[in-house]
T-cell receptor, first 110, second 114 residues
Framework: QKEVEQNSGPLSVPEGAIASLNCTYSDRGSQSFFWYRQYSGKSPELIMFIYSNGDKEDGRFTAQLNKASQYVSLLIRDSQPSDSATYLCAVESGTYKYIFGTGTRLKVLA | GAVVSQHPSWVICKSGTSVKIECRSL??????MFWYRQFPKQSLMLMAT?????????EQGVEKDKFLINHASLTLSTLTVTSAHPEDSSFYIC??????????FGPGTRLTVL
């Protein structure tokens, strides 16, 4: 059974701090990794994707991938209350299929 | 990003009736669409992969006769929940895959079966 693991949280950080969200996966053959943000009652929206080992930065967001450790993370710099949401890690497994983690609930405290 | 729509956004129906949910990719063609179900405080669970012009591929444990999927064109996939029961009440979300591999999600359909 291919799995994607996330800490369910909630992860609470003060406004302006860095939020660090982590995800591990079991399928060593996975090549594509995605972070989605989901507000309560809404569908997920794509924040970032990463395919190669290392860091990928986009604005306040940085995705980090370590395939050897089967670990992908998302850093949110200068966290804002509007970043409060559930963050879903998704791993592409097999032909186009995504396996989602259970999500980490982030709370940014004003 | 690309836009994917779903209709209806919510539906309430009586037990035993069938409900059809549409998923459309508005500004790109999607040979592959996906249907997910999400129960409260749980993650998205892939139900099936919908391929244009061919039969859908269902995940283990998903009844294909209960959840009928039709992908008749490159921009439209439909999910029909047949003989719906209260345990089918959930948030149904579709996604459409672009050629570069990115998936974009529709806004979801909240189904409540009384």
């Amino acid at each position: 059974q291919k799995e994607v693991e996330q800490n369910s949280g909630p992860l609470s950080v003060p406004e302006g701090a860095i939020a660090s969200l982590n995800c591990t996966y079991s399928d060593r053959g996975s090549q594509s990794f995605f972070w989605y943000r989901q507000y309560s009652g809404k569908s997920p929206e794509l924040i970032m994707f990463i395919y190669s080992n290392g860091d990928k930065e986009d604005g306040r967001f940085t995705a980090q991938l370590n395939k050897a450790s089967q670990y992908v993370s998302l850093l949110i710099r200068d966290s804002q209350p509007s970043d409060s949401a559930t963050y879903l890690c998704a791993v592409e497994s097999g032909t186009y299929k995504y396996i989602f983690g259970t999500g980490t609930r982030l709370k940014v405290l004003a | 990003g690309a836009v994917v729509s779903q209709h209806p956004s919510w539906v309430i129906c009586k037990s035993g009736t069938s409900v059809k949910i549409e998923c459309r990719s508005l500004d790109f063609q999607a040979t592959t669409m996906f249907w997910y179900r999400q129960f409260p405080k749980q993650s998205l669970m892939l139900m099936a992969t919908s391929n244009e012009g061919s039969k859908a591929t269902y995940e283990q444990g998903v009844e294909k006769d209960k959840f009928l999927i039709n992908h008749a064109s490159l921009t439209l996939s439909t999910l029909t929940v047949t003989s719906a029961h209260p345990e089918d009440s959930s948030f149904y979300i579709c996604s459409a895959r672009q050629e570069n591999g990115e998936q974009f999600f529709g806004p979801g359909t909240r189904l409540t079966v009384l």
